[in-house]
């Protein structure tokens, strides 16, 4: 998955490079862009209770308070209570200070399971150590050493984890180890991803316990044949590679299975199901005891079927199937939504989020695969399904029926009607869900409104406040502060286009002003929301007279089918279209100076401000590129097949998506940053453009970064560095006065 440009993690470091400053104060400004580009953190404030788990059936939740610190709140007396405390905790058998980066609670909510000494593999895994915590006790117990994954029984009797390629399981009635696979070797893992499944079907953990405890299933993955990937950053004398299996398109991709284990009796159990040149992106145990669910896509991703399977003698049958013209989503990246399918506890049905009438929507199903009926219907999408009640029949979800820009929490009747909203706050809201469906955390924002956190109750009553972020409006009423504005134009071509634009301090309409364009622009992403404006840059833009542009472009989620996978096939075309009628929207603003734009992206924003740049010529003077792709024949197979098809049947169509075939179009000045370990972008796209640029006599900038992944920067002094290189290009080649 094409990843958005991620600095967020380095705002935090505001704390200790710019100093609070009281409400009393005169307003203040930035001195500098390091000041700004580190001020995320005063603007975003405080996310609420962090590490949020429902315990005890959803009677209390957890949280880590401070440090080293777990305590749990109840909603219906609002008490809270110390669950753990870590301050005087040692590593077992050591005097080290225990120290942990997540953990999970038992389903009894007697034994908490934490992750410790992580070791990162891909984005989303990497390689720990797991303890148990026994609540009543107080012992710490070392369950799983090197694991990139673990997990506790359903019972809370074992725990499983996967280790070097097999699977494993701990029984605490024994305290003995259980080897459930033995056939692990070089890319050839059970219970373990390679980088493109977990990549681009959002998952790290390749295997899943049934509620009952009895089973494990599991992905066993076969990459031998994927073509391997080097990279280095060129440190010492000596040529050291990493290495990865790497399919790109049209090349052999992993193969995979699905084993079932026995628990009991350590058998195991392969599913029938033939793969085909297809994948198997996700695995559900249903309610019916020994029952597995599976989903197959073919490799053009445009064909579903779904299949029941029985754990104890693998065969299987198909029950549903989806088709489309363009593509079938399993899960949506940029929500943090892993499934769009739901196994409720209790009940034979299942619930699946489709787009077949325009809109993403939900409909029920028996476990026969008869649709019951349609839950919801109209032209919004639901996002995100949080709790179904099987004793009340109720489904709770949210959606964009009051506007594709908010997401707004609602609840039906199993079989559409009742219909009723919960959350009545204009604002992107997003919402934690209690597993006995009394309760649930809202947080959200507005362009007026920093992020707000509270418990409530599924009347919608207000139960507590969590976090009202009193210092964020603190810091904007003592700090100049340049709000998001929200707007909309029409294209030439009749589509309707939602924007956001941040003006600059005093703002004057009778003066003209350079515009940036700072987009992504990627299928299913959505860059403009009613949310409250974060980003530190974007500040000092404002505030030494840019207007920053955000714009939710065709190919965005939120708006339905048409608007989202018009793109199919045409990956660049109408995505730059709407850039370029963006510009050309502004440039009839009184206010704006037409002959002072830019455009800039990272990651497919990188792809997107490069394209648009040569496919739009003279519409941008400045194009700032972040890792880009610049031909989609280069990226990996399972996204880039998604939305452009098969090799060699759309060749041409490739082509034309390519950045480098327009390479002699280089109208105005770029400059483009790519990292050597890039895993995801290949630092290839960013060579091959340039050499293409060069044959075409075009000049570009460009700044390597070698040991940076796919954020380009490595460290909060590269990320200022290259943050800083954006600004002076933009200072010296956007502005009338050449900065030094």
Same mark, same amino acid.
């Given at each position: 998955?094409?990843?958005?440009?991620?600095?967020?993690?380095?705002?935090?470091?505001?704390? %200790?490079?710019?100093?609070?400053?009281?409400?009393?104060?005169?307003?203040?400004?930035?001195?500098?862009?390091?000041?700004?580009?580190?001020?995320?953190?005063?603007?975003?404030?405080?996310?609420?209770?962090?590490?949020?788990?429902?315990?005890?059936?959803?009677?209390?939740?957890?949280?880590?308070?401070?440090?080293?610190?777990?305590?749990? %709140?109840?909603?219906?007396?609002?008490?809270?209570?110390? @669950?753990?405390?870590?301050?005087?905790?040692?590593?077992?058998?050591?005097?080290?200070?225990?120290? +942990?980066? #997540?953990?999970?609670?038992?389903?009894?909510?007697?034994?908490?399971?934490?992750?410790?000494?992580?070791?990162?593999?891909?984005?989303?895994?990497?390689?720990?150590?797991?303890?148990? +915590?026994?609540?009543?006790?107080?012992?710490?117990?070392?369950?799983?050493?090197?694991?990139?994954?673990?997990?506790?029984?359903?019972?809370?009797?074992?725990?499983?984890?996967?280790?070097?390629?097999?699977?494993?399981?701990?029984?605490?009635?024994?305290?003995?180890?259980?080897?459930?696979?033995?056939?692990?070797?070089?890319?050839?893992?059970?219970?373990?991803?390679?980088?493109?499944?977990?990549?681009?079907?959002?998952?790290?953990?390749?295997?899943?316990?049934?509620?009952?405890?009895?089973?494990?299933?599991?992905?066993?993955?076969?990459?031998?044949?994927?073509?391997?990937?080097k990279l280095t950053d060129y440190k010492g004398f000596d040529e050291k590679f990493d290495s990865l299996p790497y399919p790109r398109v049209g090349d052999q991709n992993p193969t995979v299975r699905i084993g079932v284990v026995d628990i009991a009796n350590n058998s195991k159990q392969w599913v029938k199901v033939d793969l085909g040149d297809g994948y198997?992106?996700?695995?559900?145990?249903?309610?019916?005891?020994?029952?597995?669910?599976?989903?197959?896509?073919?490799?053009?991703?445009?064909?579903?079927?779904?299949?029941?399977?029985?754990?104890?003698?693998?065969?299987?049958?198909? @029950?549903?199937?989806?088709? #489309?013209?363009?593509?079938?989503?399993?899960?949506?990246?940029?929500?943090? @939504?892993?499934?769009?399918?739901?196994?409720?506890?209790?009940?034979?049905?299942?619930?699946?989020?489709?787009?077949?009438?325009?809109?993403?929507?939900?409909?029920?199903?028996?476990? #026969?695969?008869?649709?019951?009926?349609?839950?919801?219907?109209?032209?919004?999408?639901?996002? +995100?399904?949080?709790?179904?009640?099987?004793?009340?029949?109720?489904?709770?979800?949210?959606?964009?029926?009051?506007?594709?820009?908010?997401?707004?929490?609602?609840? #039906?009747?199993?079989?559409?009607?009742?219909?009723?909203?919960?959350?009545?706050?204009?604002?992107?809201?997003?919402?934690?869900?209690?597993?006995?469906?009394?309760?649930?955390?809202?947080?959200?924002?507005?362009?007026?409104?920093?992020?707000?956190?509270?418990?409530?109750?599924?009347?919608?009553? &207000?139960?507590?406040?969590?976090?009202?972020?009193?210092?964020?409006?603190?810091?904007?009423?003592?700090?100049?502060y340049s709000p998001k504005e929200l707007s909309s134009f029409k294209t030439t071509d009749g589509q309707q286009i939602d924007i956001s634009i941040i003006k600059p301090l005093n703002f004057d309409?009778?003066?003209?002003?350079?515009? @940036?364009?700072?987009?992504?622009?990627?299928?299913?992403?959505?860059?403009?929301?009613?949310?409250?404006?974060?980003?530190?840059?974007?500040?000092?833009?404002?505030?030494?007279?840019?207007?920053?542009?955000?714009?939710?472009?065709?190919?965005?989620?939120?708006?339905?089918?048409?608007?989202?996978?018009?793109?199919?096939?045409? &990956?660049?075309?109408?995505?730059?279209?709407?850039?370029?009628?963006?510009?050309?929207?502004?440039?009839?603003?009184?206010?704006?100076?037409?002959?002072?734009?830019?455009?800039?992206?990272?990651?497919?924003?990188?792809?997107?401000?490069?394209?648009?740049?040569?496919?739009?010529?003279?519409?941008?003077?400045?194009?700032?590129?972040?890792?880009?792709?610049?031909?989609?024949?280069?990226?990996?197979?399972?996204?880039?097949?998604?939305?452009?098809?098969?090799?060699?049947?759309?060749?041409?169509?490739?082509?034309?998506?390519?950045?480098?075939?327009?390479?002699?179009? %280089?109208?105005?000045?770029?400059?483009?940053?790519?990292?050597?370990?890039?895993?995801?972008?290949?630092?290839?796209?960013?060579?091959?453009?340039?050499?293409?640029?060069?044959?075409?006599?075009?000049?570009?900038?460009?700044?390597?970064?070698?040991?940076?992944?796919?954020?380009?920067? +490595?460290?909060?002094?590269?990320?200022?560095?290259?943050?800083?290189?954006?600004?002076?290009?933009?200072?010296?080649?956007?502005?009338?006065?050449?900065?030094?």
């Amino acid at each position: 998955m094409i990843n958005l440009n991620r600095v967020a993690w380095l705002y935090g470091l505001a704390f %200790l490079l710019v100093h609070p400053v009281t409400a009393q104060q005169a307003k203040q400004r930035y001195t500098n862009l390091q000041q700004a580009v580190f001020s995320g953190g005063q603007l975003a404030g405080s996310p609420g209770p962090r590490s949020v788990n429902w315990i005890e059936g959803g009677t209390k939740f957890s949280f880590i308070d401070g440090q080293n610190t777990i305590k749990t %709140l109840s909603p219906k007396d609002q008490k809270e209570e110390v @669950i753990f405390d870590g301050s005087q905790l040692k590593f077992p058998g050591t005097d080290k200070p225990f120290a +942990y980066g #997540s953990f999970q609670w038992s389903k009894d909510s007697k034994n908490i399971l934490f992750q410790a000494n992580f070791r990162p593999v891909y984005r989303r895994s990497g390689v720990s150590d797991y303890y148990v +915590y026994s609540v009543a006790d107080k012992s710490l117990k070392l369950v799983a050493k090197d694991a990139q994954t673990a997990e506790l029984a359903p019972d809370g009797s074992k725990v499983g984890y996967e280790r070097g390629g097999n699977l494993f399981v701990f029984d605490f009635a024994t305290q003995k180890e259980t080897q459930l696979t033995d056939d692990a070797k070089a890319a050839f893992y059970n219970g373990r991803f390679g980088w493109a499944y977990e990549e681009e079907f959002g998952l790290a953990q390749a295997w899943e316990w049934s509620p009952d405890s009895k089973f494990i299933a599991f992905w066993q993955s076969d990459e031998r044949q994927v073509p391997i990937y080097k990279l280095t950053d060129y440190k010492g004398f000596d040529e050291k590679f990493d290495s990865l299996p790497y399919p790109r398109v049209g090349d052999q991709n992993p193969t995979v299975r699905i084993g079932v284990v026995d628990i009991a009796n350590n058998s195991k159990q392969w599913v029938k199901v033939d793969l085909g040149d297809g994948y198997i992106p996700r695995i559900y145990w249903t309610s019916q005891e020994g029952q597995l669910a599976l989903m197959h896509l073919n490799r053009k991703q445009n064909h579903l079927r779904l299949f029941m399977a029985n754990a104890r003698t693998g065969d299987a049958k198909q @029950i549903m199937e989806e088709k #489309s013209t363009t593509w079938v989503d399993v899960f949506d990246f940029f929500a943090g @939504i892993n499934h769009l399918i739901y196994f409720p506890a209790g009940v034979q049905e299942f619930y699946w989020v489709s787009d077949r009438d325009g809109f993403a929507h939900l409909y029920r199903y028996d476990y #026969s695969g008869k649709l019951l009926n349609a839950v919801t219907s109209g032209k919004w999408e639901v996002s +995100y399904v949080h709790h179904i009640d099987p004793k009340a029949r109720k489904v709770y979800f949210t959606s964009t029926e009051a506007s594709p820009l908010e997401r707004q929490l609602f609840v #039906s009747d199993v079989d559409g009607k009742n219909k009723r909203r919960l959350t009545t706050i204009p604002g992107r809201h997003a919402v934690n869900f209690s597993p006995n469906g009394q309760y649930f955390i809202d947080k959200y924002s507005s362009v007026s409104t920093p992020t707000q956190v509270e418990l409530r109750d599924t009347k919608g009553q &207000l139960i507590k406040a969590l976090e009202t972020n009193k210092r964020v409006t603190d810091y904007t009423t003592s700090h100049d502060y340049s709000p998001k504005e929200l707007s909309s134009f029409k294209t030439t071509d009749g589509q309707q286009i939602d924007i956001s634009i941040i003006k600059p301090l005093n703002f004057d309409p009778t003066k003209k002003y350079p515009v @940036i364009l700072d987009i992504y622009g990627g299928p299913g992403a959505q860059s403009v929301y009613n949310e409250f404006a974060t980003t530190g840059w974007h500040q000092w833009l404002a505030q030494t007279g840019y207007i920053v542009v955000g714009v939710n472009n065709r190919g965005s989620g939120g708006y339905g089918r048409e608007f989202e996978k018009v793109v199919y096939e045409k &990956l660049g075309k109408y995505e730059s279209l709407d850039f370029a009628e963006t510009a050309a929207y502004l440039a009839r603003q009184p206010w704006v100076d037409a002959n002072r734009m830019a455009i800039r992206g990272h990651s497919y924003g990188g792809y997107m401000s490069s394209y648009t740049m040569l496919t739009h010529p003279g519409v941008f003077k400045v194009s700032l590129v972040g890792a880009p792709v610049t031909d989609w024949r280069l990226y990996d197979s399972i996204y880039t097949e998604r939305y452009m098809g098969l090799l060699p049947e759309n060749e041409e169509k490739y082509k034309v998506s390519a950045v480098s075939t327009y390479a002699k179009n %280089l109208s105005g000045k770029m400059f483009i940053a790519h990292s050597t370990m890039d895993e995801n972008v290949h630092v290839r796209n960013t060579f091959q453009l340039v050499n293409a640029l060069e044959d075409a006599g075009k000049d570009a900038d460009l700044r390597i970064y070698p040991p940076g992944a796919h954020g380009v920067a +490595y460290s909060a002094g590269t990320q200022l560095l290259l943050f800083q290189q954006y600004t002076t290009y933009l200072e010296n080649n956007l502005k009338s006065t050449p900065a030094n």
